[in-house]
């Protein structure tokens, strides 16, 4: 069975950092490409990073929103995969979802969500 | 970025009727979407991907359909179960991006 957990979500105010961590199991990590999604009530579902196997050389893909500031990276050894976020901003606020999307990029398998707000 | 546009933002109706919701993408996406049911408080979950390739444990009155940049979500004599809020996304390479969303409510 598929199972993502994220953890590190919690209150951060403007322009401070947090990293969110996602164990997964029930599938072979290394083999996987991960993605990050989030969701908040302004801006509905938006996909924000991806990282992909070794195979693809860990290549890794951000939203517009989120570049330069956000890190996504991964620990196959340990099979989790990180988001660094930094200089956050009251409109980064939302739940962030761990997920894996199989061949085609449509992400079968989600986490259960780790709630971020940024505020003052 | 490719837009996602779904309609309609609401839909009512009852348990037995059968409903579509449409989404249209601001460019060409051949095949390349993917269809969500998310229900209150939980995680997405996937119904469609490929336009019309029914995920694995996903009834048979789901029914994804379209091409290009029209795409619909057919639901045949719904169940209450079914009700909840429904998203596209297309799966053409990054940046992927989401539809606003359909609120499926009971009647």
């Known amino acids: 069975e598929v199972k993502l957990e994220e953890s590190g979500g919690g209150l951060v105010q403007p322009g401070g950092s947090m990293k969110l961590s996602c164990a997964a199991s029930?599938?072979?990590?290394?083999?996987?490409?991960m993605d990050w999604v989030r969701q908040s009530p302004e801006k509905g579902l938006e996909w924000v990073a991806e990282?992909?196997?070794?195979?693809?050389?860990?290549?890794?893909y951000y939203a517009e929103s989120v570049k330069g500031r956000f890190t996504i990276s991964r620990d196959d050894s340990k099979s989790s995969v990180y988001l660094q976020m930094n200089s956050l901003r009251a409109e980064d606020t939302g739940i962030y979802y761990c997920?894996?999307?199989?061949?085609?990029?449509?992400?079968?398998?989600w986490g259960q969500g780790t709630l971020v707000t940024v505020s003052a | 970025d490719i837009q996602m546009t779904q309609s309609p933002a609401s839909l009512s109706a009852s348990v037995g009727e059968t409903v579509t919701i449409t989404c249209r993408a601001s460019e060409n996406i051949y095949s390349y979407l993917a269809w969500y049911q998310q229900k209150q408080g939980k995680s997405p979950q996937l119904l469609v991907y490929?336009?019309?390739t029914l995920a694995e444990g996903v009834p048979s009155r789901f029914s994804g359909s379209g091409s290009g940049t029209q795409f619909s979500l057919k639901i045949n004599s719904l169940q209450p179960e079914d009700f909840g809020s429904y998203y596209c996304?297309?799966?053409?390479?990054?940046?992927?991006?989401f539809g606003g969303g359909t609120k499926l409510e009971i009647k």
């Open positions: 490929n336009a019309k």
């Open positions: 996304q297309h799966h053409y390479g990054t940046p992927y991006t």
């Open positions: 029930g599938f072979t990590f290394s083999d996987a490409w």
């Open positions: 997920t894996r999307p199989l061949t085609g990029a449509w992400f079968a398998y």
């Open positions: 990282i992909r196997s070794k195979a693809n050389n860990h290549a890794t």
